[in-house]
């Protein structure tokens, strides 16, 4: 029991701090009252608090029973009822002599139960239209107008349903418990305080309050006059309502002087009473005093009723105010306000006030001082004095339905539009709210309802009947739809049934009988017998006489009357007529002023961009110039330039493209060489036939270029450092040319005028087109529409054409090989008939008409003619191998000697020629008996040829095969093997497959067809373009489809946050503050949530490894992860752009409309007191977490994306990389941007969460592989600019054939790491790469790998591994038979796969995989001379005949001309000498032109008939794993082996 009776004691004790903390001190033996009203019923703690509901007295009046207010055309316009029922002269005193002070005392009265001040959030317009015409507020008639109203705020638990409509809630506590005085909270009340004697705070004069600071909450709305704002010239007080006017300001005055004066009259006579016990005691005082003087002085003067006697407290009774009480009842009083107010002293001296604009007047205008500021009439004390007096002695004007000018036209209103109607306000108000209608309202409080529009005030309608029956004409003469302010407002003041009255007592009877509180009630203990007999004899006069100068006989004993006989009775009663006129309306557009900065800001950002571009041309110029200062010492004394000597100097090849460094050399046989940076000579320009050269010289822009015309040629254009430099090389340049005897002109012109007149290399290109074009059209009698249509051609062009000369070296281009090829030395000499050193168009066409139409006769005559040098009519064996090399040497394979001879010894054995010395045409002829057919279809193959013959060769030989043909050595073809030039025949495929499988040909062999299908392309260009289109979309179907969906996904996000903002909030404010911007920037911000969230996942390798080895890679392109990336980027970069315009619009919007609308929609970081001013655009931008990071994410994404723009990515490779080590800082103020949580709750977690874990993860495990530092042990640098890598494999490094690693070099900065294809086996000691130099990473790593470089270095620089990282590729072994097919660069990954399968075959290790067929298809030979070694390895080891390789040239097959025809002879007789292809050196047979899949495929299932799944792995251009992947579909439809196809694109 003793443990029980504890608890409650402690219970009870917290209990008392937390509720009534003051009631622990030991002198304040009472329970002190909060400030806040919570706890005042101790049954229902929450009644009569700040913010709660109102709680009606009739259901509400809604359009649908819920929210939506009643407005036009079902109740007529608010403006409409004012301007008729509510306007009317000044100047009539109220009939119950009331005074103004008793007026004011009511308003303080209202602000100390309710205060509804404010919009709701989120704001809600609800703007009255004003009357076209509207002599106050559209004079102009415009018909445009419309007075400013926002809806009051409500509470959200309200407005869901007919049976739970909307409630307006209260601002401050209900009780009368001193809220106007003391605040409507703790710390509003310690703010007021000064903690010292229990005071309220005052200024410099102790009889004022404190100036404002802003530490508490007040109304700092706009004086409509002076235009004044902010705080200077506003005071504190409890009541955030009291600088509305001097007349309410004194009011509060009065009783913050009061309450002082209790004070200083309890310290003297309690000494030892600490602040608290001082204060509380004063607070409890004025509180009772005030409840006192409110409910039996002033409440029966405002009703004109005696009010019942007090029966004790009962808590049953809710004191909540009624909207019926707040929005219509208590707004009667406006009717007493008078336009003016008299000031007096002491003596009865209606002093003179100053005007607002120089002069005095009788009394203090009421429009023109809404919450003024800086009053000249107020400097003292005193002069509160002299107002509070006045206003005792002034009679307040009648209690009717004339409401004066001063409100009604000229109330306070926005800084937008200054001026407002008090009694519209009301009305639009009442409909707020949702009030019943008058009779409505009536009948509730057992009142006769009228029924006839007279009978609401007889006597109104006696005087004037014309405002009865316009008003009721306003109303449809349906008296059930007047409203009850209106009906109220026309009441007689006189009658007994009046409606307001009745609400009003009702409303404080419940205010004193359910205020547990209230001084009456004598169980709480607050006052003691004689402490009440003090207030019940305090009246309002006596406080009065407290706080002011005046003394008893000053003013009279009932300040609320003036009666006859009372002291210092006013002059006269005012009349707008006799006072200053009001300040008109004016209108204010918010962002008046800030446009420039606004503008100038705007600019600054978009210059990010171009700043970003700066900096990025800054490092490229930089790089260059210091690649240029390598490159190039200027010499500091001058010297002749001997032939053979190298100068070098910068090419300006054509506006489009970059300039390049070259090095020009004098050679000594009249020849000038232009050569690269690497010595490699780019063109000749030959002088033996010209008498004289031609140069032109610029003479502006620091005089730095120079073009050299070459007749017949293009120009070379050369750009120098300065003048000077330029005038070395013209002074070099002439005296060779007088050494050789070749005089030089020089020219000047503008620069701009000599790179318009250079006849640049893309122009002569353009006129060799036509050349050429116009050749075979000729020759071939082609449509005009296959070779391009010449109608368009202007006649200058034509003329180009045709007077043309082709170079040698433009002929050898033509051909596709070098200039000093043996093959074009000896074409060009037989075609160039007049020895100029160039081909005419004549000359050219002469020789490809019997190229292209000649017999085999006419061809190996022309064959024969070329190589016979010395015209003899016959040719040597010496001649004869001239002839062979000249051949072999578009195979870019350099063959001995000896193994040239063998070729030759061999043709010559087989046709019996092997004792002749010499060969006469007709032995020559002979030599090609086996392929007149082949020899009939050569032709010369030229650019612009291709596509234009539809004979195209196949070198296919249709002859009967032996049925037994003998195992031979695997890859050794015989003589009548069949080949194809596109593709091997079937049977062919058949024959060759069962030979290297070991299995005998058991049928002979069939007729084959294996010409290539070719389509014709389309003839018009809008053809052209559509099917490149459907090209394009066949060729990358995956990437549509996946790219489709997530941009479907973006959208349907974008759409989503759109819709929200611009439908489902279509009433929160926001649509009307910022529609199209909000609209734009929430859509544009969830999109970019969700991209950039989503980007992370396309750089997660590791995952990107494993998810290639499911079935998700059939659907969705792992492979184009970086392009995806790119694409989203770009998408993501295009809405950050939208968001932030969007946003740009919405801060403009946001500086544009006023501060209690920025309110609701940022209710945590802007509060409404009613100084309307927004915030500036800089502080949007600047003074905020939102904008600033805003601003700093477009600052770093301008980088970021800038510096990943091609060009710099490939001049500053590192730059691009550093900077995209920005994305952690992108995430963060991300994150930080939406922290804020202005609009929105932040919702970037909601995309980011997932991908970032799984992103972090997929680091994690990259991060998790030890960083060391690995050993290069050979580097090799192989032909066609691949680097040959072999370093030390680290320990515990696992990984499969087929798949990829990162590196970064150790030199060229250790965190930038490329991605390559592992060429080595895993069952190798070492890692191996093969790099082709493409970038210019590769080609830097190709340098520091060079022997100079090496030698410097002291050893071959080290680098860093991160992978194994996985492919499609790796499953090969999971299939018996394999067939890897590789287009061009694309046969890496394969060099792993090859030497795995040998090494597993030789120690007889446990796999599927039986077989494998490697085919390559490449354009040239020229692209795999680095994997020839790794073939040739496959092939010494390859004892079991395991893999079969074939390798396509598509070249050769796109230009079967005579000398690819020759070619193909000597290519099959070298077979037959050396047992290799004489382009590689290979065993693998070389086919001329593109495999033909089906064929292949079907062959297959004859070797391996066996066999139920076969793995097809393909690597290279789309197109061509497109036509593997419609093979292998095709082959799934007809038989039942499957082709299962796993392909990467590149």
Not at 1272 to 1300: C, H, I
């Amino acid at each position: 029991m003793a443990a029980s009776n504890g608890f409650k004691a402690v219970a009870v004790y917290w209990t008392l701090i937390l509720c009534c903390p003051s009631l622990t001190h030991a002198s304040l033996n009472w329970e002190i009252q909060r400030y806040d009203g919570w706890y005042n019923n101790l049954a229902h703690h929450s009644r009569g608090t700040v913010d709660a509901p109102f709680v009606r007295l009739l259901p509400a009046r809604y359009a649908d029973g819920v929210y939506e207010v009643l407005q036009e055309p079902e109740l007529p316009n608010p403006r409409q009822i004012s301007n008729v029922a509510m306007k009317g002269e000044s100047g009539i005193p109220c009939a119950k002599n009331r005074t103004v002070l008793f007026v004011y005392f009511g308003l303080l009265v209202f602000d100390e139960i309710l205060e509804v001040v404010g919009t709701g959030c989120p704001a809600e317009f609800l703007n009255i239209r004003v009357p076209t015409g509207d002599e106050i507020f559209d004079r102009n008639s415009t018909g445009k107008v419309e007075l400013p109203f926002l809806r009051s705020r409500w509470t959200t638990s309200s407005g869901q349903s007919p049976n739970n409509p909307r409630q307006q809630i209260n601002h401050v506590t209900t009780w009368i418990d001193g809220s106007s005085i003391y605040g409507s909270s703790h710390s509003w009340s310690d703010a007021l305080r000064t903690f010292s004697d229990g005071l309220l705070a005052y200024g410099s004069d102790k009889q004022m309050p404190r100036q404002s600071v802003g530490l508490i909450r007040l109304w700092k709305f706009v004086d409509p006059a002076t235009k004044q704002n902010g705080l200077e010239g506003l005071y504190d007080f409890g009541n955030a309502k009291a600088n509305e006017s001097p007349f309410l300001r004194a009011q509060n005055i009065i009783w913050f002087r009061y309450h002082n004066y209790q004070a200083s009259q309890l310290k003297a006579q309690n000494r030892s009473w600490t602040d608290e016990e001082l204060f509380q005691n004063a607070r409890k005082i004025v509180i009772a005093t005030f409840q006192r003087i409110l409910y039996y002085e002033w409440l029966p003067a405002f009703i004109g009723q005696n009010v019942t006697q007090y029966g004790g407290y009962k808590k049953y009774i809710d004191p909540s105010i009624s909207p019926e009480f707040q929005a219509a009842a208590i707004r009667i009083i406006n009717s007493m306000i008078p336009p003016g107010v008299y000031m007096r002293n002491r003596t009865c001296h209606f002093r003179d006030v100053k005007r607002i604009n120089n002069g005095t007047v009788p009394a203090l205008r009421v429009c023109n001082n809404f919450w003024s500021r800086e009053n000249p009439n107020f400097k003292t004390a005193k002069d509160i004095d002299d107002l509070i007096l006045g206003m005792a002695s002034q009679k307040a004007e009648h209690e009717d339905n004339i409401v004066v000018t001063d409100l009604r036209d000229f109330m306070y209103g926005p800084m937008r539009f200054t001026r407002s109607d008090v009694v519209a306000l009301d009305i639009q108000r009442s409909r707020d709210n949702g009030l019943p209608s008058y009779n409505q309202a009536r009948e509730a409080l057992d009142l006769q309802p009228i029924t006839n529009w007279a009978l609401i005030n007889p006597d109104l309608n006696r005087t004037n009947p014309e405002l009865i029956n316009q008003l009721a004409a306003l109303y449809n003469n349906d008296i059930s739809k007047l409203e009850l302010f209106v009906g109220g407002m026309l009441e007689n003041s006189e009658s007994t049934s009046r409606l307001f009255p009745n609400i009003i007592r009702k409303q404080f009877e419940h205010l004193r009988d359910g205020d547990r509180f209230w001084f009456e009630n004598t169980k709480n203990g607050i006052f003691t017998q004689a402490e009440l007999s003090t207030i019940w004899a305090t009246t309002f006069g006596d406080v009065v006489l407290a706080t002011t100068t005046a003394e008893p006989g000053d003013i009279q004993n009932e300040v609320f009357y003036l009666r006859e006989g009372d002291p210092c009775s006013q002059p006269a009663q005012l009349t707008a007529a006799v006072m200053e006129p009001c300040v008109e309306v004016s209108t204010l557009h918010y962002f008046q002023g800030s446009g420039a900065g606004f503008g100038i800001l705007i600019v600054a950002l978009c210059c990010f961009p171009l700043a970003a571009l700066l900096v990025a041309f800054t490092i490229s110029l930089s790089r260059k110039r210091e690649r240029r200062r390598m490159q190039h010492k200027k010499p500091s004394v001058k010297k002749q330039i001997s032939a053979g000597d190298k100068i070098q100097v910068t090419e300006w090849q054509g506006p489009k493209d970059a300039l390049r460094r070259i090095n020009i050399s004098l050679d000594s046989n009249k020849c000038i060489k232009v050569k690269d940076n690497k010595r490699s000579v780019l063109r000749n320009i030959k002088l033996a036939m010209q008498t004289h050269l031609d140069i032109i010289q610029s003479t502006d822009k620091e005089q730095r270029a120079l073009l050299l015309k070459v007749p017949k040629e293009y120009d070379l254009v050369l750009m120098f450092i300065d003048e000077e430099e330029r005038e070395q090389f013209v002074e070099n340049l002439k005296m060779y040319l007088e050494d050789h005897g070749i005089r030089l002109l020089v020219h000047e012109v503008k620069q701009r005028t000599l790179l318009k007149e250079a006849v640049t290399k893309q122009h002569r290109i353009k006129i060799l087109d036509t050349f050429f074009r116009r050749v075979f059209a000729q020759v071939l009698e082609i449509e005009g529409t296959d070779v391009g249509n010449f109608d368009n051609e202007t006649t200058k062009k034509a003329k180009e054409s045709l007077t043309c000369e082709l170079t040698s070296a433009e002929f050898a281009d033509a051909l596709g090989v070098k200039e000093d090829s043996m093959f074009v030395e000896q074409m060009f000499l037989l075609a160039d008939k007049d020895g100029n050193g160039y081909l005419s168009f004549r000359e050219f066409l002469d020789i490809f008409v019997i190229l292209m139409k000649g017999s085999p006769e006419e061809k190996s005559k022309l064959m024969f003619k070329m190589y016979d040098v010395d015209g003899s009519g016959s040719m040597s064996k010496e001649e004869f191998s001239q002839l062979l090399r000249s051949f072999i040497e578009i195979s870019n394979n350099c063959l001995s000697k000896d193994q040239i001879e063998k070729v030759m010894e061999s043709m010559f054995k087989e046709a019996g020629f092997e004792n002749k010395e010499e060969l006469m045409w007709e032995d020559f002829h002979y030599l090609f008996r086996d392929h007149y057919k082949e020899l009939e279809l050569a032709q010369l193959n030229v650019k612009g040829t291709k596509g234009l013959n539809p004979n195209r060769v196949s070198f296919i030989v249709k002859e009967k095969q032996d049925e037994n043909v003998e195992n031979t050595e695997a890859n050794q073809p015989k003589t009548n093997e069949l080949e194809a030039s596109q593709s091997a025949s079937q049977e062919g495929f058949v024959k060759d497959l069962r030979k290297r499988f070991g299995k005998k040909s058991s049928q002979p062999a069939r007729k084959v067809f294996a010409e290539a299908k070719r389509e014709k392309q389309p003839k018009n260009k809008f053809q052209q373009k559509i099917y490149e289109y459907i090209q394009y979309i066949q060729n990358h179907q995956r990437q549509i489809f996946c790219a489709l969906i997530f941009f479907a996904i973006t959208v349907g996000v974008f759409t989503e946050r759109a819709y929200y903002y611009a439908v489902l909030r279509e009433h929160s404010g926001v649509p009307q503050t910022t529609r199209v911007g909000l609209i734009i920037a929430r859509g544009s911000a969830a999109a970019v949530s969700f991209m950039y969230s989503y980007l992370l996942l396309t750089m997660c390798r590791n995952l990107i490894t494993v998810l290639r080895e499911t079935f998700l890679n059939h659907y969705i392109p792992f492979d184009s992860a970086v392009d995806f990336h790119r694409w989203i980027a770009m998408a993501a970069a295009f809405f950050s752009v939208l968001h932030s315009a969007a946003h740009a619009v919405n801060i403009y919007s946001f500086s544009a409309n006023p501060l209690n609308v920025l309110a609701c929609l940022f209710p945590d970081v802007i509060y409404d007191d009613g100084s309307e001013i927004p915030l500036k655009f800089h502080w949007w931008f600047f003074r905020n977490i939102t904008g600033m990071t805003g601003v700093l994410l477009l600052f770093v994404f301008s980088f970021l994306h800038i510096f990943a723009l091609h060009y710099f990515r490939r001049i500053s490779f590192r730059a691009f990389w550093l900077s995209h080590h920005l994305y952690i800082v992108i995430y963060i103020l991300i994150i930080l941007h939406g922290s804020a949580a202005l609009l929105q709750p932040q919702r970037f977690h909601i995309y980011f969460i997932i991908p970032t874990v799984i992103f972090v993860g997929d680091k994690f495990v990259s991060y998790s592989r030890k960083k060391i530092e690995i050993t290069v042990v050979k580097a090799l640098l192989l032909p066609s600019g691949v680097t040959n890598l072999v370093f030390k494999r680290p320990r515990d490094f696992e990984y499969m054939s087929g798949q990829w690693v990162r590196i970064a070099s150790l030199v060229l900065g250790t965190n930038e790491y490329h991605p390559f294809t592992l060429t080595s086996a895993p069952h190798e000691d070492t890692l191996s790469l093969h790099i082709r130099a493409v970038g210019p990473w590769t080609m830097r790593l190709r340098e520091i790998y060079s022997a100079e470089s090496v030698s410097s270095l002291g050893g071959y620089p080290k680098i860093y591994l991160d992978g194994p990282f996985g492919e499609g590729h790796q499953e090969w072994n999971k299939f018996e038979v394999s067939v890897l097919v590789g287009g061009g660069i694309g046969v890496t990954p394969f060099a792993s796969i090859l030497k795995d399968l040998v090494h597993k075959s030789t120690v007889s290790s446990k796999i599927s995989c039986k077989k494998i067929y490697f085919i390559w298809v490449t354009r040239t030979q020229r692209q795999f001379e680095w994997l020839e070694d790794i073939i040739r390895e496959v092939e010494d080891i390859d004892q079991k005949s395991l893999v079969s390789v074939h390798i396509y040239i598509t070249q050769l097959a796109q230009k079967f001309d005579l000398r690819t025809t020759m070619l193909y002879i000597c290519e099959r007789h070298f077979q037959k000498v050396s047992n290799r292809s004489l382009f590689t050196g290979l065993q693998s047979i070389t086919h001329f032109g593109r495999p033909q899949f089906v064929p292949f495929f079907n062959s297959l299932m004859d070797v391996h008939p066996e066999v139920t799944k076969i793995g097809i792995f393909s690597c290279g251009p789309p197109g061509m794993t497109n036509n593997v992947e419609k093979a292998c579909k095709q082959m799934n439809k007809r038989h039942k082996i499957q082709f299962n196809h796993h392909f990467e694109n590149f």
